[in-house]
């Protein structure tokens, strides 16, 4: 299994890493924009905390081919191990099919329906991102995309990963490790609720509390 932080927020990565198995760090636009900072200073900070083996993901801004392929090719230069973030549109779908052939590794992205998603990883991504929580919010099933395209991928093409996003609770992201997927990426907030729980809180301070007043400190 594969876990990523989904975020361009650098100190909560340095205060995840230790905690928690992290593979990577993935990112999108909103996500950088929202840290205001240039991306590729992002990223470089990041690969810097992570270390030579921690993969990113960063996602091109444009929305035709040619153009999404010199971003991609700029992204490829300055992170050689960079995975490219494509959306899996008609114009997207002729970008990875270019990039996969020029063998720059490739995530569609932006995934609302399992057909969507298999022709992403026939075009040759490498990842595959359905929105999980996005998908419910319109009145669908998240979990039912990543069914169906985990059975579509595994048929059809079982190079290709999911790698779930979009998630608001951790339910979210137990049920598409449950489906069979091997990678998630969730934002900080969801990453930390799997680690926070008062019924755990109140049971450690218990124990402290009765040792305490049993030995009269917190020590073996």
Request: charged share 15%; glycine share 6%.
């Amino acid at each position: 299994m594969e876990l990523y932080l989904d975020t361009a927020d650098i100190q909560a990565v340095k205060r995840l890493l230790p905690i928690l198995p992290i593979k990577g760090v993935t990112t999108n636009p909103s996500i950088v924009a929202k840290a205001r900072r240039p991306l590729f200073a992002v990223l470089a900070e990041l690969q810097d905390i992570l270390g030579p083996e921690g993969q990113l993901f960063a996602q091109v801004i444009a929305s035709q081919a040619k153009e999404m392929i010199k971003e991609a090719e700029k992204l490829s230069a300055q992170f050689p191990s960079l995975i490219v973030k494509i959306p899996v549109t008609a114009q997207g779908l002729i970008a990875i099919k270019t990039l996969s052939a020029q063998g720059i590794t490739t995530l569609g992205t932006a995934v609302y329906g399992a057909a969507q998603g298999l022709l992403s990883a026939l075009a040759g991504a490498e990842y595959v991102a359905p929105y999980v929580n996005r998908i419910d919010a319109q009145s669908g099933s998240g979990i039912a995309v990543v069914n169906e395209l985990q059975t579509l991928l595994s048929l059809h093409a079982p190079d290709t990963m999911i790698l779930a996003a979009s998630f608001r609770t951790p339910r979210q992201a137990l049920d598409c490790l449950l489906a069979g997927c091997e990678s998630i990426t969730l934002p900080v907030d969801v990453a930390e609720l799997l680690i926070a729980d008062p019924a755990v809180d109140a049971a450690i301070q218990k124990f402290a509390d009765d040792w305490q007043q049993a030995f009269g400190s917190l020590t073996l």
